[in-house]
């Protein structure tokens, strides 16, 4: 799996469980109103059904140094055919916000959908309010093409969102 000086990224699994949520808990307020990730046992047991790995992949991020859990991502919907493209989702972890962990996370995320998923697209579509997210997003190299009024359900209401992609051959090249 993809890694980089500091982040690791794997497959979640049924053993990341007590990791995973122990994290998700302690960051409830910062992803509030952005993300609502799993955040229970039954919850986390049906996010890992959905990983199939053809039409879903998930990474969960961990340092390096202790294997705390930093953040975690997802490249979900992927189509093949003329498109070879897909969404990516992506969370961090209170506490670890300001350190790089999630521009490592995401452009490791990035590199591997582009070589070893093969695709030529990812959209990550971003609340306008989510500054946080938006530069993340920028930083990584995604470029913002437009504006979804009530886009997405998050959190039980219809949200707008900005639609950010990047193609394989706009990627920035690895440092």
């Not at 497959?11 to 609502?36: C, G, V």
């Not at 070879?84 to 506490?95: M, N, R, S, V």
């Not at 300001?98 to 695709?119: C, D, I, K, N, P």
Request: charge should be positive.
């Amino acid at each position: 799996m993809p890694a980089s000086a500091r982040v690791i990224l794997s497959p979640p699994t049924a053993a990341d469980a007590a990791d995973f949520l122990a994290a998700i808990h302690a960051s409830r307020t910062l992803h509030r109103p952005w993300l609502f990730p799993p955040s229970t046992p039954v919850a986390y047991r049906d996010y890992l059904a959905t990983l199939d790995g053809e039409r879903k992949v998930g990474f969960l991020a961990r340092r390096r140094t202790d294997r705390a859990v930093v953040g975690w991502a997802n490249v979900s919907e992927i189509v093949r055919g003329a498109l070879q493209g897909a969404f990516l989702g992506y969370g961090g972890i209170a506490g670890y916000g300001g350190q790089g962990y999630m521009t490592e996370t995401v452009r490791l995320v990035v590199r591997h959908a582009f070589s070893e998923l093969r695709l030529h697209r990812l959209e990550a579509n971003i609340q306008p309010g989510n500054e946080a997210s938006r530069a993340l997003a920028a930083r990584c190299g995604f470029v913002c093409e437009g504006f979804s009024p009530r886009y997405l359900k998050v959190g039980g209401r219809w949200r707008d969102h900005e639609r950010w992609a990047i193609r394989r051959d706009e990627r920035p090249r690895a440092r």
